[in-house]
């Protein structure tokens, strides 16, 4: 069995026995790469997924792991390579899906499950703690081809967040569900929770614990800490059969108050996607992007001024959102397959692969 026929299989076993054969395809891929990203079981109460487009090098897909103070003279060079090879990691497992005829909407799930299974970042397994000691987590994907959508927010054992996003979106007449209900219909649906313990770093938890102390003492705000108000991860893709799709997830701010929702469950705020403009996933400070609805507005403009991908997404992020003095970044991807990286932050975790021809960069650009 290679390293992607177990991968699937990791990500998908549920507590109910699966099929004993896997699909030919499952048998055959090869990426050696993914073992450091520690893919965990993932139990999503369905098949796995199966190809259903053309294979071949006609895709695009695009990533982050969060924007904000990321200076290159604050991080060893050890550290550095950690967050690069998990980027290219998960660049190559959305890539090899791609590839082989997956969807876009399977391979940006897949691509988020793997990240939200990294205790590096802000998501999942390593996702920073609120103010009352918890790992709250919001999640959101969404199909280009007819716009439907699915969103979580709050949810506290849910292992992958991503997987109830999908199926709320498969599964249920709603878009969006929150708290106590998501998590009942997660059971409901046979998606894996964790205890509450599962989620614990102690990095995130010194994070926390800092922050609230800072709070108490400066009486800041929750917001205005620039090395613990960012977070979140994305993917977006076009696959060959030309659909997009998007999905993000989070764990929102560090020490964040009073069962606080940021952007990345938000449709149009945070997760975006329509095959005839565009695919976005955000990250940075959500109250803003929710303020300006920063994924919809950016395939607004390509919608009604015929702009690049580009172009909108810099006006909307150096533009719109500096002006409202948030921060934060985006990675978009238009109908055609080209991508784009914009942020107002001195850094963002970020990285390509258009045809198998892959990139990751991580600070600002000079």
Same mark, same amino acid.
């Given at each position: ?5 177990s ?25 050696t ?32 792991g ?51 299974n ?32 699915? =969103? /979580? #927010?709050?949810?506290? *054992?849910?292992?992958?967040? &991503?997987?109830?996003?999908? !199926?709320?979106?498969?599964? %249920? +007449? ?24 599962y ?60 069962g ?18 565009? =695919? /976005? #996933?955000a990250?940075? *400070?959500?109250?803003?992007? &929710?303020?300006?609805?920063? !994924?919809?507005?950016?395939? %607004? +403009? ?5 702009e ?52 990751v ?6």
């Open positions: 069995m290679n390293s992607l026929s991968t699937f299989e990791t990500l998908i076993r549920t507590s109910r026995k699966m099929e004993t054969k896997m699909r030919k395809l499952f048998l055959t891929a090869a990426v790469a993914l073992t450091p990203l520690a893919l965990a079981p993932a139990a999503m109460a369905a098949k796995p997924p199966s190809p259903s487009c053309p294979s071949g090098d006609d895709y695009t897909l695009a990533i982050h969060g924007a904000g103070v990321i200076l290159k003279e604050n991080m060893t060079d050890k550290r550095e390579a950690e967050y690069r090879k998990s980027l290219n990691d998960a660049l190559t497992l959305g890539g090899q899906m791609l590839e082989e005829g997956y969807s876009s909407l399977d391979a940006v799930q897949y691509v988020v499950m793997a990240m939200e990294d205790p590096k970042f802000n998501a999942g397994k390593g996702a920073v703690f609120s103010a009352a000691g918890k790992n709250e987590l919001d999640a959101a994907i969404m199909d280009g081809r007819d716009r439907n959508a699915g =969103a /979580v #927010s709050s949810v506290t *054992t849910v292992k992958n967040p &991503i997987v109830l996003a999908r !199926a709320v979106m498969d599964k %249920s +007449r709603h878009v969006m569900l929150q708290g106590q209900g998501a998590e009942d219909f997660a059971k409901a649906q046979r998606i894996k929770t964790v205890k509450p313990g989620f614990y770093t102690k990095r995130r938890y010194d994070q926390m614990r800092k922050k609230v102390k800072a709070n108490k003492i400066k009486k800041q705000s929750y917001i205005d800490t620039p090395e613990t108000k960012y977070g979140t991860v994305g993917a977006v893709a076009k696959d060959g059969c030309g659909d997009l799709a998007a999905a993000t997830s989070t764990g929102g701010l560090t020490a964040k108050e009073f606080r929702v940021g952007d990345a469950p938000i449709i149009g705020a945070g997760t975006y996607a329509d095959n005839r403009y565009c =695919a /976005v #996933s990250t940075g *400070t959500g109250e803003f992007f &929710i303020r300006a609805g920063v !994924a919809r507005d950016i395939c %607004s +403009r390509r919608e009604y001024l015929g690049t991908i580009s172009e909108s997404a810099n006006h909307v992020i150096h533009t719109t959102l500096t002006e409202m003095k948030g921060d934060g970044g985006v990675i978009a991807i238009d109908e055609e397959g080209n991508y784009t990286f914009s942020f107002n932050t001195p850094g963002m975790y970020r990285g390509a692969n258009k045809g198998g021809k892959t990139l960069e991580i600070f600002e650009a000079k």
